[in-house]
């Protein structure tokens, strides 16, 4: 049995990486929380069957060109995901069209930071019951 393979394992290691990412987005909306016309990003959410169909099938996202050179020239215009960024369209505009609201997205990088803890907790209890039951059988 390939431990690493393991369709739980995979799946949370997925919403990490989605988590991450998110997290990375969100940094970018409150670096440019006075950028003039910046319209505020996120990711959409994962879907969960995908997600646990993609696991089970040892399939991963297709994501853009890798950049694994930092000589590489990037193809997208703007820092892309292999999650699909989306606008965001909530809330009123500032005068200058900016459509960031740091309130909020700080609320999100906190829910967002909340969910990756989660996720890490999960994955080591997960490795721990998997150690144990390897030591047990193993003596």
């Known amino acids: 049995m ?4 393991i369709p739980l394992l995979d799946a949370l290691r997925e919403r990490m990486s989605w988590l991450s990412a998110r997290q990375d987005v969100l940094s970018q909306n409150v670096a440019n929380g006075d950028t003039p016309g910046y319209a505020a990003r996120d990711l959409k959410p994962l879907d969960f069957a995908q997600v646990l169909k993609q ?9 853009a060109l890798a950049v694994t050179d930092p ?3 990037s193809t997208a215009a703007e820092p892309s995901t292999p999650y699909g960024d989306t606008t965001v369209d909530e809330g009123e505009p500032s005068p200058t069209g900016n459509t960031v609201s740091i309130e909020e997205e700080m609320m999100k990088v ?5 969910q990756y803890q989660a996720a890490t907790n999960i994955y080591a209890k997960a490795v721990s019951m998997m150690r144990t039951a390897i030591d047990r059988n193993g003596s």
């Not at 906190?110 to 909340?114: C, K, R, V, Y």
């Open 2 to 5: 390939n431990l690493p393979s």
């Open 55 to 63: 696991s089970a099938h040892g399939a991963s996202f297709d994501g």
């Open 71 to 73: 000589r590489h020239i």
């Open 110 to 114: 906190a829910d967002t930071q909340a």
